[in-house]
């Protein structure tokens, strides 16, 4: 799987996701010189931990015979201190079925093993970038 971002325009900053054969876009708030057309990247980063968590309690409650008929996951994040590195995100699942609270409780603490949570707080990634040889062309 390949992820491929294009800018749509010279003049703005809103660029087309391409993965697989989805296709979705970006942007800038307004604040920030853009047109605000498209969610920003921050919003992905937070939107794939929700969407992680989601998948994650359906997948298991499925495979545990747990009776969740759906979530909710809201996802708020406090980036005022990324600059130093701290990037915070608070998440509130809300989870609908007829459950026991010992069920509530298993799946609250699945919810936190999601592979993005595991992956944004416990992983070493390392980025490589390379300047493709069409770099400089027009």
């Given at each position: 799987m390949t992820v491929t971002v294009n800018t749509e325009s010279s003049e703005g900053f809103r660029h087309s996701i391409q993965v697989d054969d989805h296709e979705f876009f970006t942007d800038l708030p307004k604040a920030q010189?853009?047109?605000g057309s498209a969610p920003e990247p921050h919003d992905y980063?937070?939107?794939a931990l929700a969407g992680c968590k989601a998948l994650?309690?359906?997948l298991y409650a499925q495979k545990k015979d747990i009776p969740l008929t759906g979530v909710t996951v809201e996802v708020k994040h406090d980036n005022s201190q990324e600059q130093k590195g701290k990037y915070g995100l608070q998440v509130k699942l809300t989870l609908k079925g007829v459950l026991t609270d010992a069920q509530r409780e298993e799946l609250h603490r699945v919810a936190d093993r999601c592979p993005v949570h595991k992956l944004m707080t416990s992983s070493e990634v390392s980025i490589e970038t390379i300047l493709s040889e069409g770099a400089f062309s027009q």
């Open positions: 010189g853009g047109e980063f937070d939107a994650t309690l359906k």
